[in-house]
T-cell receptor, first 117, second 113 residues
Framework: GAVVSQHPSRVICKSGTSVKIECRSLDFQATTMFWYRQFPKQSLMLMATSNEGSKATYEQGVEKDKFLINHASLTLSTLTVTSAHPEDSSFYIC?????????????FGAGTRLSVL | GQQVMQIPQYQHVQEGEDFTTYCNSSTTLSNIQWYKQRPGGHPVFLIQLVKSGEVKKQKRLTFQFGEAKKNSSLHITATQTTDVGTYFCAGPKGGGSNYKLTFGKGTLLTVNP
């Protein structure tokens, strides 16, 4: 159990276009999901926390108008990279929090490789 | 702000050798979690430590939480090729009920068969 699906796995787009990434918890409900950015051979940088039914909270330095997050249901959060530019090229990965035997565990999606030309 | 540091950044071992990665936080942690990310894969939860001085084992993996709850270690005995991947420690980020995590930079383990 505790499967998180992320789609698409890879996207290539032109500069100036918007890209939507979906994160779904397939077999559990998640009131909280997280969006990370991971640079090659580096750690996971938390971008924002997505809360079902309320506005996302963004980490310092992350532009909320650039990275739009919607968590419309208990199983789906979306990240839209608006007006993407080459510097937005990165690996974006989501996670969904689930409490298992008293432990808050983050279950990660497979990630989305974004390449902006 | 809170920082979680991990060393070493890379570790290459011969199969059968032991491996240890160390994690240090700039602040006291209520708990610490460890995740493993295989090459090309996504992070997978391994364990959570909560108590000061706690030691937990999972087969060949031994996890420790320091007495001051500011450091932790993961030790793998007799590494196997299946142990290859990046091991991350993560501590709670700030307060609140969202259970956000601050991840260390990770230690990439490669194993020579």
């Amino acid at each position: 159990g505790a499967v998180v699906s992320q789609h698409p796995s890879r996207v290539i787009c032109k500069s100036g276009t918007s890209v939507k990434i979906e994160c779904r918890s397939l077999d559990f409900q998640a009131t909280t999901m997280f969006w990370y950015r991971q640079f090659p051979k580096q750690s996971l940088m938390l971008m924002a926390t997505s809360n079902e039914g309320s506005k996302a909270t963004y980490e310092q330095g992350v532009e909320k108008d650039k990275f739009l997050i919607n968590h419309a249901s208990l199983t789906l959060s979306t990240l839209t990279v608006t007006s993407a530019h080459p510097e937005d090229s990165s690996f974006y990965i989501c996670s969904a929090r689930r409490r298992d035997r008293g432990v808050n565990i983050q279950y990660f999606g497979a990630g989305t490789r974004l390449s902006v030309l | 702000g809170q920082q979680v540091m991990q060393i070493p950044q890379y570790q290459h071992v011969q199969e059968g050798e032991d491996f240890t990665t160390y994690c240090n936080s700039s602040t006291t942690l209520s708990n610490i979690q460890w995740y493993k990310q295989r090459p090309g894969g996504h992070p997978v939860f391994l364990i959570q430590l909560v108590k000061s001085g706690e030691v937990k084992k999972q087969k060949r993996l031994t996890f420790q939480f320091g007495e001051a709850k500011k450091n932790s270690s993961l030790h793998i005995t007799a590494t196997q090729t299946t142990d290859v991947g990046t091991y991350f420690c993560a501590g709670p980020k700030g307060g609140g009920s969202n259970y956000k995590l601050t991840f260390g930079k990770g230690t990439l383990l490669t194993v020579n068969p």
